[in-house]
């Protein structure tokens, strides 16, 4: 329920020589509209596939859809944009190597993804990131970062020799991205998930808890911690907060660390238990656990259940059919302190719009929290009203006390400005822009 954008035209290449055509094609004529890119469109909550601005044709990649390469023991695959997450899950079930997937639909796309750089239930996927191919404004297609050469295995190197353009196409109006190297996770040889229910009064103790763990490597990847909006939302247990943590790696390294971890539960007093995925497995209606469960292990087969939860549509109808869906994302110090901050802020929100969103904490390491922010909300024109105000003055309060966003939505592009660390840096990546696009043929995006 974003603003629909004015659109001169909707083109779908079924190739990279296609790609390459139109690019060059919209080269020649400099006084037309630009270029705006998607892979598949799926990115719901932040404007699907919208342009930013007005004027725009836009390039949709989902026809892409190759895995062109995988090495198994080498840890990559060469994918294109419509390479859904799902898709390249299948092809790794029963191997060595696995995934690092997020809990969104498995339909969505894994390039896409990772250069708008989202979070795996692993970590950050742009770390996943080794090489990308890319159509520049005029038409060349080059290769950055990494890429197998042919004549045998060498080390994955993502920052090559000198300086390192792969980030410059990550968030970025620089080009086209056609493919990419996404590197493939070892799969554990033992895996178990705990979840760890506590109650509103005990979040800052047990967020500094969780973070103690993290920091002291008892868990492996991304904690999750969803509020009890967001469990409600996405289909998830009834009650307070839930802890969902990974335990993985030998069948031996996972008793000790269970053990470990059970102990450091029972001397807090902060939780209401511990609950095994071996002993009790998620309930059959508790699809946030069940998610999350086997998203850690790389397996995205049960996603769409949480997605009709939340918008009550499937995947390839959600603009149509789905409810409404807004998210605010941003990076939030991993302490207690910080965290209740943020939950304060968000039931002010609340408070004053109507609109309570739901949360979830995505721990990337022992420093660093993706919090989540969604607001559901149906398509009556209040009720979108009221959500869109919602999401501005949570952009207000969130950079007020310094909580920022890492990625926004097709309105709020002009924060891109505003958030800016340093205005001089901002008018260099504007000047890399007029050096490598003079002509605009790729249109401004969230980030431009």
Known sequence: MFRPRDVYGHLRPRSVEEVRAVVRAFADAPEGPG?????TGRNWGLGSHEPARDGAVTLDLSQLASVRAIDLPGGWAVIEPGVTQLQLATLLDDSERMLNVTASSGHTSVLGNTVDRGVGLRHQRTHDLAGLEVVLPDGELVRVGWWPRGTGPTAI????????????FTQSDLGVVTA???RLLPRPEAQRTLRASFPRRNLGEALDELRRWKAQRLVSGVIKVYDTVSNRSYGGGVGDFVAHLCVDGTPAAVEALTRVIEGETERCGLFSGIVRSDEQPPEADDFVAQVVQRGFGGDPSHNERVLLSAVGAAADSVDADGTGWLFFLPLVPFTGTALTQAQEILERVGAETG??????INALDADVVDLV????????????ARAHAALDLTYELFEAAGFLPYRLDAEHHAWTDRLSADAAGRRFVRRLKNVIDP???IAPGRYA
């Open 355 to 360: 609109v309570r969103p739901g949360s979830t």
């Open 157 to 168: 190197n993502p920052s090559g020799l000198g300086p390192n353009p792969l980030e410059l």
């Open 439 to 441: 002509s605009g043929v």
């Open 180 to 182: 990419a190297v996404v």
């Open 35 to 39: 270029l705006h890119v998607f892979s």
């Open 373 to 384: 922010v969604s607001f559901g909300f149906d398509r009556s024109e209040e009720a979108t």
